[in-house]
Each structure stands twice: as structure tokens, then as C-alpha cells.
């Protein structure tokens, strides 16, 4: 079944330590993005990709960092976790800038 | 910035209708979503609106009034499976769509 496929589902982490979120799509998109979904404050954009080859800073970039060496690769890195990332992240995809988002199914992360 | 309100909880009957508002204030406007999400699954798409007025789709239509910053996603003949959060997200003039906090919506039988 086309689609994203994130990986780990879930994944507890000390403090400190280095963490990337996989994401693949098969679909083709041009544009990809990193959401993380907090309780009460929903879905904020950390990264996003309009095209292989170029990445831009979302709303809430701090922490994070992506790369797109190709089109259906956008890994998400945390250089040094902290406890306030500890959050569920979604990476997406649309066919273009304009189009809507389909949605991984998300990765749970906890951070202690 | 983006600014998106819409209510964090709503509960109605089986069969019934429920209307969910959202409003919003945005750097720019390029159009309107609605997301169902039901609880530990991933976003999906319910509906676009970029024109004012009603756009229908089955059970679920949408609404928006561009120059009052409203929008609205109408479920009807609710179903227990319509249980979910139900998240409106605005795309700005950076081309970015921002959400909003999400309305939980529960169905009772």
C-alpha cells in the first residue's frame, strides 16, 4: 500500500542523546514536513521540504534537524534530546505546495 | 503568526447533527482544511475549502467565510466511528499549513 512509513513507532530516550526519526514515502511528493503534536496545542511544523535538495525551518525549528538528499527520504535529527521533546511526530507529505497533507503514522517519542 | 480557535470538546447523540466552528487569523490565506483524527492514529483528510461557501461531501460538509475568518465542518447522522479529534488548518501566504488545537468530538449511543 503507497503511503509514509515512519520508523521507530516508539522509542524511549535518555537525555542527551542523539535520535533520528526515519521517514519514507513512496508516493512521489515533492513536498515533505516534521509536525509534532503536543496534548492541547496540536499539530506545529518543525521542518519542511519543498523539493529534494532544499529544507526549510518550520514553527518550531530549535533542536531539530532535517536533510532531503532525494525524494522520498526526509529523516528528522535531534542532536541532544531534551524532555520537552518528548512528543508524537508526524512526518507528511503533498504532491506539491499547494495540495494537502497524508500523514505517517507517527512516532511516539519520550524523552527522560 | 497564525492564530486558530476552535473548541476543544463537544459531545452529541447517535444519529445527530454536530458543528464544529473554527476561526481563524492568519498571516494570509490560501486555503482551509479539515483533518479527522481518531485517537493514536495519524491525520486524514476530510475537506478543502479555498471559496467561500459550502462544499458537501456525504455526512460531512464544510463552510467558510473568508472575510470573517470562519470556517465550519458539519457532521450528520453522526456514527460512533465519527468519535475522533477533528483538526481545521489554515495554509498562510508562506504556503505552510498551520492547525488548530483539534475538538474531540464524542458520540454517545
Known amino acids: 500500500i503507497a503511503g509514509i512509513t515512519q520508523a521507530p513507532t516508539s522509542q524511549i530516550l535518555a537525555a542527551g542523546r542523539r535520535m533520528t526519526l526515519r521517514c519514507t514515502q513512496d508516493?512521489?511528493?515533492?513536498?515533505m514536513y516534521w509536525y509534532r503534536q503536543d496534548l492541547g496545542l496540536g499539530l506545529r511544523l518543525i521542518h519542511y521540504?519543498?523539493?529534494?535538495?532544499?529544507?526549510g525551518k518550520g514553527e518550531v525549528p530549535d533542536g531539530y534537524s532535517v536533510s532531503r538528499a532525494n525524494t522520498d527520504d526526509f529523516p528528522l535529527t535531534l542532536a541532544s534530546a531534551v524532555p520537552s521533546q518528548t512528543s508524537v511526530y508526524f512526518c507528511?507529505?503533498?504532491?506539491?505546495?499547494?495540495?494537502?497533507?497524508?500523514f505517517g503514522e507517527g512516532s511516539r517519542l519520550t524523552v527522560l | 503568526g497564525q492564530n486558530i480557535d476552535q473548541p476543544t470538546e463537544m459531545t452529541a447523540t447517535e444519529g445527530a447533527i454536530v458543528q464544529i466552528n473554527c476561526t481563524y487569523q492568519?498571516?494570509?490565506?490560501?486555503?482551509l482544511f479539515w483533518y479527522q483524527q481518531h485517537a493514536g492514529e495519524a491525520p486524514t483528510f476530510l475537506s478543502y475549502?479555498?471559496?467561500?461557501g459550502l462544499e458537501e461531501k456525504g455526512r460531512f460538509s464544510s463552510f467558510l467565510s473568508r472575510s470573517k475568518g470562519y470556517s465550519y465542518l458539519l457532521l450528520k447522522e453522526l456514527q460512533m466511528k465519527d468519535s475522533a479529534s477533528y483538526l481545521c488548518?489554515?495554509?498562510?501566504?508562506?504556503?505552510?499549513?498551520?492547525f488548530g488545537a483539534g475538538t474531540t468530538v464524542t458520540v454517545r449511543a
Open positions: 488548518a489554515v495554509r498562510g501566504d508562506d504556503y505552510k499549513l498551520s
Open positions: 508516493m512521489r511528493h515533492n513536498a
Open positions: 492568519t498571516s494570509g490565506f490560501n486555503g
Open positions: 475549502n479555498v471559496l467561500d
Open positions: 507528511a507529505s503533498s504532491e506539491r505546495e499547494t495540495g494537502e497533507l497524508f
Open positions: 521540504s519543498n523539493t529534494a535538495g532544499t529544507t
